[in-house]
């Protein structure tokens, strides 16, 4: 079976523009997470949906959004960009938003802004 | 607000050391601890899950141990190679239902020849 597949793999986009990034989760996983990490540091937890719905969202701003659609794959989208959103970008699913669950890592999409 | 912290930030060691890595979080109210390894550039790559009722978990020359009543996780690695350089992250389950993991920020190993 698959993993968690993201795309694009690199990006580069420059201030002020939007970008949309991609996941897909393991065949049958129904919650999808967001995860940033900056250079140097651990994931930073944006954003887990579940069945569609947001069920929960870190400490970013209102400029990063997300949704998931009916096949569970989902979208992170951010606008505005700063030169502070450049950092990797990670995608995690699980079977379902319980604790017992374990979430699955995709490779990641680089995002860098110029 | 759980605080997920690893020590020590940065290690060297020649080929063949044994060696203890060190995680921990201040709410010791977690459900599983992970422990992920990273190479330069690249995503995250699980090496084990211990989860709520076990204490440890083994894989090859990997031991992990989970002590949450003193909010301690240590992964010990024997008979280091090379191919052990990365950085190697640990992230803490939350109890409840969200699944929202607590990262630390992890410790760059390097092993030499």
């Known amino acids: 079976d698959a993993g968690v597949t993201q795309s694009p793999t690199h990006l580069i986009k420059t201030r002020g523009q939007h970008v949309t990034l991609r996941c897909s989760p393991i065949s049958g996983h129904k919650s999808v997470s967001w995860y940033q990490q900056v250079l140097g540091q651990g994931p930073q937890f944006i954003f887990q949906?579940?069945?569609?719905?947001?069920?929960g969202r870190g400490n970013f701003p209102d400029r990063f959004s997300a949704r998931q659609f009916p096949n569970y794959s989902s979208e992170l989208n951010v606008n505005a960009l700063l030169l502070g959103d450049s950092a990797l970008y990670l995608c995690?699913?699980?079977?379902?938003?319980?604790?017992?669950?374990?979430?699955?890592f995709g490779p990641g999409t680089r995002l860098t802004v110029t | 607000k759980q605080e997920v912290t690893q020590i020590p930030a940065a290690l060297s060691v020649p080929e063949g050391e044994n060696l203890v890595l060190n995680c921990s979080f201040t709410?010791?109210?977690?459900?599983?601890l992970q422990w992920f390894r990273q190479d330069p550039g690249k995503g995250l790559t699980s090496l084990l899950l211990i989860q709520s009722s076990q204490r440890e978990q083994t894989s090859g020359r990997l031991n992990a141990s989970l002590d949450k009543s003193s909010g301690r996780s240590t992964l010990y690695i024997a008979a280091s190679q090379p191919g052990d350089s990365a950085t190697y992250l640990c992230?803490?389950?939350?109890?409840?239902?969200?699944?929202?993991?607590?990262f630390g920020t992890g410790t760059r190993l390097q092993v030499t020849l």
């Open positions: 995690a699913s699980s079977f379902r938003v319980a604790e017992s669950y374990e979430q699955y």
């Open positions: 992230a803490a389950y939350p109890t409840g239902t969200a699944s929202k993991l607590t």
């Open positions: 709410d010791s109210a977690i459900y599983n």
């Open positions: 949906y579940y069945e569609k719905e947001e069920r």
